[in-house]
């Protein structure tokens, strides 16, 4: 385990990939999973990419004690809304979030408006976020500040 620890604060990429071949049969051994990961490495940790599973109707825990995390690339979760603690990742400079068909909101305004660095936000494979992203959608308020936004 000792070196393990002295390597982890040096991470700064990290994908993870769900899926029977990793073991992780279940949503709640995958949260689990990454929660464990990155528990070590939330101080040194740059870019998250995660690829859940359809049926991850919530994002690992973990994320949110990234507080040094400035690209987070989210894949097929079936996630219905984003957390009120994404605003608290207060160093994410993109966001990029992938095949999230049950994707419906972001968090909140407040949640969103903290997230000043933010200056890329990419959404494809998500429809239903992407019809309330538009101009006039419900959604636009959140994101409006955000230089840079591609569907």
């Known amino acids: 385990m000792q070196e393990e620890e002295s390597w982890a604060p040096l991470l700064e ?20 999973a990454v929660d464990g990961i990155l528990r070590s490495r939330s101080h040194s940790l740059r870019q998250l990419d995660l690829w859940g599973m359809e049926n991850c109707e919530s994002l690992p825990d973990g994320i949110q004690h990234l507080t040094s995390l400035s690209r987070l690339e989210l894949n097929n979760f079936g996630i219905k809304e984003l957390p009120e603690w994404f605003g608290d990742l207060t160093s994410l400079q993109e966001l990029h979030v992938f ?53």
């Open 13 to 32: 990429y990290l994908s993870i990939a769900a899926g029977n071949s990793n073991g992780w049969d279940s949503v709640s051994s995958f949260n689990k």
């Open 99 to 151: 095949n999230c068909e049950k994707l419906k909101h972001l968090a909140s305004v407040d949640a969103m408006r903290r997230l000043t660095k933010l200056t890329l936000l990419e959404i494809r494979g998500c429809p239903l976020l992407r019809k309330r992203c538009r101009q006039q959608g419900d959604e636009w308020p959140k994101i409006s500040h955000i230089p840079n936004i591609s569907f």
